[in-house]
């Protein structure tokens, strides 16, 4: 079975080489860059064993990029809100899951799995009026939201639901399932706010939202922000992806 990689960086800018990936189920870092090839260096090395190839990167490429042993940075859900008032120019949003808990205990989720048109005035009114002021502050608010083939009953009302979010202000596109794996995006939600933050979006069993892992550390970010530019550039307005959609049965 192929390892699971993710790409950590790269100290190039030029032909993207060296390095560093690390593999997101044992924890490995797997290294490339000039092969190491001058006999007198090489006998030089310590337990080279026969098969390995020894690579030259620069020191910061393994300080920037390699993996690191971090102690969580735990928000609940009220400061998570906060979060969405003090920031200063764009919050981004990756939506990954199948269904969200909290969705389906409400009455526009009722209305939409009977068929009935969903009445989105007035609903969240408080919400929508914070959206409207920080929108009118000239901040933007945009979201790539995953999609299965077919979407799942709950990914099809926030399809809907994204009538109502794009009203207040906010840009909303939607990326295949096969296309996010395509691209190797991270599985998790998450929002990223002025490409320096991310807050980290944690689920129990029942896909409810329980609190938040605040990221700073900036190779971490620049990951999360690499996702964001790849997912952004592929994905499409959800309006194309609702059309495009038979009618449910």
């Not at 998570?80 to 909290?102: D, N, P």
């Not at 205990?105 to 939409?112: E, G, K, L, M, V």
């Amino acid at each position: 079975m192929a390892r699971r990689l993710r790409f950590n960086g790269t100290g190039s800018s030029l032909d993207g080489c060296p390095a560093v990936h690390e593999d997101l189920d044992t924890g490995e870092a797997i290294v490339h860059g000039k092969p190491l090839i001058e006999p007198d260096d090489l006998a030089q090395l310590q337990h080279l064993s026969e098969g390995e190839v020894a690579v030259v990167v620069p020191r910061e490429v393994l300080v920037d990029f390699g993996p690191k042993d971090r102690v969580p940075h735990i928000i609940d859900l009220e400061e998570f809100g906060r979060l969405f008032t003090i920031f200063k120019h764009t919050a981004w949003r990756l939506e990954t899951r199948r269904r969200y808990g909290s969705d389906e205990i409400t009455d526009t989720y009722a209305q939409f799995t009977r068929g009935e048109p969903v009445q989105w005035e007035g609903v969240d009114a408080e919400w929508c009026a914070e959206r409207r002021k920080q929108v009118d502050l000239g901040k933007r608010f945009e979201r790539v939201r995953i999609l299965d083939s077919p979407p799942t009953a709950g990914q099809r009302y926030l399809l809907d639901n994204a009538r109502r979010n794009s009203a207040v202000g906010e840009v909303i596109h939607t990326l295949s399932r096969s296309e996010a794996e395509r691209l190797r995006l991270p599985e998790e939600d998450f929002w990223l706010f002025d490409a320096r933050l991310v807050a980290l979006l944690r689920f129990d069993d029942d896909d409810q939202l329980v609190d938040v892992e605040l990221i700073t550390e900036p190779a971490a970010v620049l990951r999360y922000a690499q996702a964001r530019d790849a997912a952004w550039h592929y994905a499409v307005p959800y309006q194309e992806t609702e059309a495009g959609l038979p009618a449910p049965e």
